[in-house]
Nanobody, 122 residues
Framework: VQLQASGGGLVQTGGFLRLSCAAS????????MGWFRQGPGKEREFVAF????????NYEDSVKGRFTIFRDNARNTVYLRMASLKPDDTAVYYC????????????????WGQGTQVTVSS
């Protein structure tokens, strides 16, 4: 599975962005999909995951109520809608796929995209 993340950019505090993760090479309809981020000088951290059917989602506490993960299996794409952005959200955002079981750990994922930069100015 090849993953291509896009949609990052520069936005002011309180703004919004929608990230996309387009998959190719294989249908992702049976994969759990996750978003992770890595800020300057920080380790990669969990943001959200969504089950293969989309019925189960899970979020890191600091993004609950502001970020929404959703998927369109027909388009082989997963999205992350981000609202009320804060400077602390500044990071490179990565999408990832895993074949079985949900996980908040980066080590649990089998495939990774290249990342897209999100910068939130104060």
């Amino acid at each position: 599975v090849q993953l291509q993340a896009s949609g990052g950019g520069l936005v002011q505090t309180g703004g919004f962005l929608r990230l996309s993760c387009a998959a190719s090479g294989r249908r992702i309809s049976t994969y759990v999909m996750g978003w992770f981020r890595q800020g300057p000088g920080k380790e990669r951290e969990f943001v959200a995951f969504i089950s293969s059917t989309g019925h189960i989602t899970n979020y890191e506490d600091s993004v609950k109520g502001r970020f929404t993960i959703f998927r369109d299996n027909a388009r082989n794409t997963v999205y992350l809608r981000m609202a009320s952005l804060k400077p602390d959200d500044t990071a490179v955002y990565y999408c990832a796929a895993k074949q079985a079981g949900t996980s908040r750990s980066p080590g649990g994922y089998d495939y990774w995209g290249q990342g897209t930069q999100v910068t939130v100015s104060s």
